[in-house]
Each structure stands twice: as C-alpha cells, then as structure tokens.
C-alpha cells in the first residue's frame, strides 16, 4: 500500500507559476513512477505528466509541453510540478497517482485507469 499526499495548490494571476507538491509514504520502493493528472469541473480527469523516480525519464501531455516541470528528490520521497506561464485553463483539482501495478514504468497519460492509488488532489485556480 501506498499513500499520497498532494498539496501546493492555490489562486494564481494568469502568466503566473505554482509548484505542487507530493508526498509519497508507504511501500514505496515498489513504485518507480509517479504520474500527475487534473480534473476541471465537467470534465474527464487528464494525465499531465509522469516520471520514472529512478532515471528520471519524464513525459508530459502535449498541452503542459515547454510551461511545466516534473521532478522527483528520492530521499524526501516527494515528486514536484512546477507549474509555470498559468492559464485559465489550467483551472483543475490536480492529483497525484502511482501506476495499479508494482514495478510499472510510467503508464499511457491517456490511460488513468491504469494509475492506482491517487491522492485527494489540491485545487489549483488561474483566473485574474
């Protein structure tokens, strides 16, 4: 079992930056990848972006590209995103989530049923 944590999440000036934070605590050494995903009111929940914790190979979705930032510090067992050039449309409860299986590198984004254990999500609202 694993248990995450987000937070970091807040109101922020369109053009603005945020970095999120994830806090993983449990059997952690089990999982190698840590993927972030959002949800806007209305909408399907989307995959923002996922690292491998040991080589750090990252992906992200197309619309995050170039403005966000994923990172993992082992000791601390936190995976970050730093957030930056926000948008309206980056409006979203953010959460983080580990792959249903041990061992699993880093899932389709387009696939969060293939993401397990997921935080309660820390709100995140761009809007001037």
Same mark, same amino acid.
């Given at each position: 079992?694993?248990?995450?944590?987000?937070?970091?999440?807040?109101?922020?000036?369109?053009?603005?930056?945020?970095?999120?934070?994830? #806090?993983?605590?449990?059997?952690? +050494?089990?999982?190698?990848?840590?993927?972030?995903?959002?949800?806007?009111?209305?909408?399907?929940?989307?995959?923002?972006?996922?690292?491998?914790?040991?080589?750090?190979?990252?992906?992200? #979705?197309?619309?995050?590209?170039?403005?966000?930032?994923?990172?993992?510090?082992?000791?601390?067992?936190?995976?970050?995103?730093?957030?930056? +050039?926000?948008?309206?449309?980056?409006? #979203?409860?953010?959460?983080? #989530?580990?792959?249903?299986?041990?061992?699993?590198?880093?899932?389709?984004?387009?696939?969060?049923?293939?993401?397990?254990?997921?935080?309660?999500?820390?709100?995140?609202?761009?809007?001037?």
């Amino acid at each position: 079992q694993v248990q995450l944590v987000e937070s970091g999440g807040e109101l922020v000036r369109p053009g603005g930056s945020l970095r999120l934070s994830c #806090a993983v605590s449990g059997n952690t +050494d089990e999982y190698i990848a840590i993927g972030w995903f959002r949800q806007a009111t209305g909408k399907e929940r989307e995959g923002v972006s996922c690292i491998m914790v040991g080589d750090k190979e990252t992906f992200y #979705a197309d619309s995050v590209k170039g403005r966000f930032l994923i990172s993992a510090d082992r000791e601390k067992k936190t995976v970050f995103l730093q957030m930056d +050039d926000l948008q309206p449309e980056d409006t #979203a409860i953010y959460y983080c #989530a580990v792959p249903v299986w041990e061992w699993a590198i880093c899932p389709s984004l387009r696939r969060p049923d293939q993401y397990g254990s997921w935080g309660q999500g820390t709100q995140v609202t761009v809007s001037s």
